[in-house]
DNA sequence: CGGTATCCTAGGCGATACTG
DNA sequence: CAGTATCGCCTAGGATACCG
């Protein structure tokens, strides 16, 4: 009997459109290892613009996931960590992770394969 | 020590790329329960609309982890299944449903003030 | 009922250039 | 280095209407 699972899909419905987004939950997963300043996560999380790491960062701080700190340097320095809510997210973060090497095999040949345009569009333009 | 996230961060990306998905993972969910018709699905997932579901579906039978069983009866019927592939994100996301149930207030109060627009915009345009 | 096809708009997101 | 602002493509995805 799992009922539940739909009597709750409302809030899972929520928390889907706040945090179900690539960049976010990268972001996240990348803060579990501790402080982090602006230039290292965008080394780290692979493809992700300054644009949207600046984005996603702001958002992720009004939702009190993380915490900005400014250094008053010469060289600007400014690092972002966990608040205890962010950190929250490991559990799920970690499930999540466990998961994609579990199932790496699948998920890299299917990341080859997925279609960069729609089903069943003309794909001559194919850059 | 947790180097390994990072080493990892590419997999994450990937997996990240194909199913963080709203829609994908509430329809995942779903399936949770057991074999599911189209109707029943729309119902159920708070917000869906038909086309979104139906190509939703397609997508997650190309990736394997739903199947789909059409009953030749006169009215039309169709059922979705999760593959065994399917029936595996059931880690994740069980852990994920725990962690919206677990901070529910403060999702629903971001959820709430989420903002329609952007940051800094001029926001009299609010409809 | 289940699914497709078309239209159409908001906004996600990259590229680029500029401030402190 | 950190961050903002601007432009512009291009797609997600809702609304609507039509087939089997």
Redesign the pocket.
């Known amino acids: 009997m799992v009922k539940s699972i739909l009597d709750e899909s409302c809030i899972l419905n929520q928390s889907l459109t706040l945090i179900a987004?690539?960049?976010t939950l990268l972001i996240l997963m990348a803060l579990m290892q501790g402080t982090k300043?602006?230039?290292e996560l965008?080394r780290q999380i692979n493809?992700?613009?300054?644009?949207?790491l600046?984005q996603t960062?702001?958002t992720l701080i009004r939702y009190g996931m993380i915490e900005?700190t400014?250094y008053p340097e010469v060289?600007?320095?400014?690092e972002y960590t966990l608040t205890e809510f962010g950190k929250s997210t490991a559990d799920p973060l970690m499930a999540l992770l466990k998961w994609s090497v579990d199932w790496e095999e699948q998920l890299t040949t299917l990341y080859k394969n997925r279609q960069?345009?729609?089903a069943?569009k003309d794909q001559s333009a194919t850059k």
């Open positions: 987004d690539k960049w300043r602006n230039s965008n493809g992700i613009s300054p644009k949207m600046t960062l702001k900005r400014v060289p600007p320095r400014v960069t345009g729609l069943g």
